[in-house]
Nanobody, 120 residues
Framework: QVQLVESGGGLVQAGGSLRLSCAASGSIFSINSMGWYRQVPGKQRELVATITSGGMTNYADSVKGRFSISRDNAKNTVHLQMNSLKPEDTAVYYC??????????????WGQGTQVTVSS
């Protein structure tokens, strides 16, 4: 099994910054892409940013220029630096990892979610 543990959420004023972190552990052979998604009540979960093992990144248009995703392949961690936060960034943020297991299977895993609240 694989576990993703997130940290770093919280309450911040508009214009402020937060840094989210996610650590993957368990029977991991390798991790392809890692990323962050977010969800607000009543809406579908949406992509925020992803990063491949080679460092290629992809961002939602709404966060380009404000958010930055990074990862440490040796530690199986991924981070999301969020700057210039807006009230519309308020959501539960979920870490995602596409994992190749030691068994040879490939599965997608999700973290438990961390709340980010941006006050106006």
């Amino acid at each position: 099994q694989v576990q993703l543990v997130e940290s770093g959420g919280g309450l911040v004023q508009a214009g402020g910054s937060l840094r989210l972190s996610c650590a993957a552990s368990g029977s991991i052979f390798s991790i392809n892409s890692m990323g962050w998604y977010r969800q607000v009540p009543g809406k579908q979960r949406e992509l925020v940013a992803t990063i491949t093992s080679g460092g290629m990144t992809n961002y939602a248009d709404s966060v380009k220029g404000r958010f930055s995703i990074s990862r440490d392949n040796a530690k199986n961690t991924v981070h999301l630096q969020m700057n210039s936060l807006k009230p519309e960034d308020t959501a539960v943020y979920y870490c995602n990892a596409n994992v190749a297991l030691a068994s040879g299977n490939r599965l997608a895993y999700w973290g438990q979610g961390t709340q980010v609240t941006v006050s106006s």
